[in-house]
């Protein structure tokens, strides 16, 4: 009978061949409990034989059905990749996301060991949520920067963490059905996300340096300009260095299940299967297909642009905006009024430059009034856009693309500083 190449039997992104340079080798409790598993399948396969074998059902000889995985397998910190043949919960989340039949189940299963509950890289999806963090945050980034061309920096970091940050994904997860285990380990059904409450785990998905003054910016107060952001933060504009990390640790370690620190580790890891989905996905089925899952799944998603604003000193910004644009001076008008000796006043104020008007606004008194107007026309300005189909630079990479029309760019932002971001 021929002999089975066990380390075959995980696929080629689960494992690698025994003679792949650079390779690292499973770990010895795992290659004991594939080889049970295999001894058993031979076992077992003569008298099968004359059986039906259809491929992913219990009769195939190849994958042991559940109950006759072997009692090691419980020491394992995840699922053997064969048990994602027998799992009905990743079958029907395959079906519900409409992946391509391209995706194999093992693949599907391993985006959901997060790199807490299994440290080994070859068995957990920290490579692949790598690859779809990094797809995710450039579809977001061009869709806002050509969709919204004037949206100051800040307001594009809060922008782009607020549809593809940790929180954001996390609901995208919990909206596809996903469950997470008690605790992680080989026995539980490879349908389940695993990660652990324990430990964070080993995983580096963003982009980003270290600040040589990281461990004195907490207790010193140093300003993070916008330029620094851009040149050694992430993708969100969040600095990347441990210190940053136990901070947010500290501030929500309560000690109990609800703590913020726990709903942190969990925001992460639903984020990070998202992200390996992603990955899966451009893995086996290319970038067409990942930008139409990014469109349909994570750029649907609604953001309310106009409250990130906050003006310091709007009625300034503005009549340094008509300056720069050679604008008239604005003047605030009182368009109409009421009430105004009685206790609830209401005033209707307009900011008009010449005969154009660039805002109004109503509010109790008409200083109120008058700033809001200056806020309405300031957001109005930053949020121009020139339609929801404009042609991002991802859209030349088909071959039968239309030749390409530069999108608009803005000068720049009309006052640079840290107080037009709300926090």
């Known amino acids: 009978m021929k002999r089975l190449r066990v380390e075959r039997w995980t696929n080629q992104l689960l494992t690698a061949r025994s003679g792949a340079a650079g390779g690292i080798s499973c770990s010895a409790p795992r290659i004991r409990c594939l080889a049970a598993a295999a001894r058993k399948s031979l076992s077992t396969a003569a008298a099968e034989s004359s059986a039906p074998v259809i491929d992913g059902l219990d009769n195939n000889p190849r994958f ?41 189940l093992q693949t599907l299963a391993r985006t959901l060991v997060d790199a807490s509950a299994d440290s080994h890289p070859r068995f957990n999806n920290t490579n692949l949520a790598f690859v779809g963090q990094t797809l995710i945050n450039y579809h977001v980034a061009e869709q806002f920067m050509i969709q919204y061309p004037r949206l100051p920096m800040e307001i594009l970091y809060a922008a782009i963490k607020g549809i593809a940050g940790d929180t954001s994904l996390y609901h995208i997860a919990k909206s596809w059905g996903i469950e997470s285990a008690a605790a992680p380990g080989g026995e539980v059904d490879p349908g389940f996300l695993q990660y652990s409450l324990e430990n964070d785990g080993d995983a580096i998905l963003f982009f980003g340096s270290v600040r040589t003054e990281a461990k004195y910016l907490d207790k010193y107060k140093f300003r993070r300009g916008v330029s620094s952001r851009v040149v050694f933060d992430n993708d969100f504009g969040d600095r990347v260095d441990e210190f940053a990390q136990n901070i947010e640790d500290d501030e929500g370690a309560s000690g109990d299940y609800g703590s913020a620190a726990t709903r942190k580790r969990a925001e992460k890891a639903h984020a990070n299967h998202v992200r390996a989905v992603v990955g899966a996905i451009y893995a086996h089925c290319g970038r067409d297909a990942v930008k139409a899952f ?104 088909a071959e039968d693309a239309e030749k390409w029309e530069p999108g608009y760019i803005d000068i720049g932002e009309i006052i640079t500083r840290g107080g037009n971001f709300r926090h």
């Open 64 to 104: 042991p059905p559940l109950e006759d995985i072997p009692p090691q397998a419980a020491t394992l910190p995840s699922p053997l990749p064969e048990r994602a043949l027998q799992s009905a919960k990743l079958a029907a989340l395959h079906a519900r996301l409409s992946l391509s039949q391209k995706i194999p």
């Open 294 to 397: 990014v469109k349909a799944h994570v750029l649907s998603r609604k953001l309310a642009l106009d409250k990130l604003f906050y003006f310091s000193d709007p009625t300034r910004e503005l009549a340094t905006l008509c300056a720069r644009e050679d604008f008239e001076k604005p003047i605030a008008r009182l368009l109409s009024e009421t009430g105004r000796l009685s206790r609830t006043p209401v005033f209707v104020v307009g900011i008009y430059s010449g005969k154009d008007k660039l805002g109004e606004a109503s509010a109790p008194s008409l200083d109120h009034a008058r700033r809001k107007a200056a806020m309405n026309a300031l957001k109005a300005w930053y949020l121009y856009s020139p339609g929801e189909n404009a042609r991002v630079p991802s859209d030349m990479l």
